[in-house]
């Protein structure tokens, strides 16, 4: 089951960099130069300059930055917005990741109810810029995205098939290639665009409407999105349905953050969460 259909060696590999970075970081009392970093790393301060560079556009010294603890916090001061505001200010637009998708669409309420029973879905592995991922799809779309990074294999599996129990899954990653190549960034005229297909309850829908509105480099707060919602006093459920939304990455539930400016919690482990932010701040630097 843990077989992977590679869409960039590279990618991954960087991302399995990224992610012993992250420890480097975190260890460290203060900030590291870019040769003390590469040596924490075991390599060259030359192939780890180029290695980030290719990576995340940006150099070593900079997405350190990006990685710190506090990033979270200087997120919510310089690129926090309001999700009634996002799209008349154009931010959607700025999030090249929204550009892909031609149309999502949600599963009705009474569908939902029954567990998937009926429904086929197809699943397959993937290499990612931010480790393996398991992609599920449906006809319609993409219903699950999960990373295994942190969770392992096993558990990331298991844990996007307990969604729908009683839906047929069946592993067919080259019916599924496409719209994973698109959802992690591939562009070419050959690729058709990802739809997404959103199963779930009414009020996760909601939510997941919600955070489809943040922009690629900015963030919001589990309390604005409530807000936004029409529920001010949900943010515990609004923080519950955050945490269940099963299309990681591209609906951005890591631009959901604490109104304290602390990270919150994330469902596939922080350090994919710390990485997605520090990918986008870097994306979104090169555009500005």
Request: glycine content about 10%; some cysteine; charged content about 20%.
């Amino acid at each position: 089951m843990t077989q992977h259909a590679p869409l960039s060696n590279e990618n991954a590999y960087h991302y399995h960099v990224m992610r012993r970075a992250i420890d480097v970081i975190d260890q460290a009392q203060e900030p590291l130069s870019l040769e003390a970093l590469a040596a924490q790393m075991q390599m060259s301060p030359s192939h780890f300059q180029r290695l980030f560079s290719a990576w995340a556009g940006v150099s070593p010294k900079r997405f350190q930055q990006y990685l710190t603890l506090g990033h979270a916090k200087a997120l919510l001061s310089e690129r926090f917005t309001t999700l009634d505001t996002a799209i008349g200010a154009g931010l959607s637009g700025t999030g090249r990741l929204h550009d892909l998708f031609l149309r999502w669409e949600a599963m009705s309420p009474g569908d939902f109810a029954q567990g998937g029973a009926g429904l086929t879905i197809y699943w397959g592995w993937f290499d990612s810029p931010f480790g393996a991922a398991l992609v599920m799809g449906t006809d319609r779309g993409i219903c699950g995205l999960g990373f295994a990074s942190e969770m392992g294999a096993e558990a990331t599996m298991a844990d996007l098939v307990s969604r729908w129990p009683k839906a047929d899954f069946v592993e067919d990653p080259m019916r599924l290639r496409p719209w994973a190549l698109t959802a992690f960034g591939a562009e070419s005229a050959a690729l058709e665009p990802a739809p997404m297909y959103l199963i779930g309850a009414p009020f996760q829908i909601k939510v997941w409407e919600a955070l489809l509105r943040i922009p690629s480099g900015y963030v919001t707060t589990y309390s604005e999105i409530a807000q936004s919602i029409g529920k001010p006093r949900a943010v515990r459920a609004v923080g519950t349905a955050v945490g269940r939304n099963p299309i990681s990455w591209l609906i951005p539930c890591h631009r959901a953050l604490r109104k304290s400016g602390g990270l919150g919690g994330y469902h596939w482990g922080l350090p994919v969460k710390r990485a997605l932010l520090a990918f986008e701040s870097a994306q979104e630097d090169m555009r500005v």
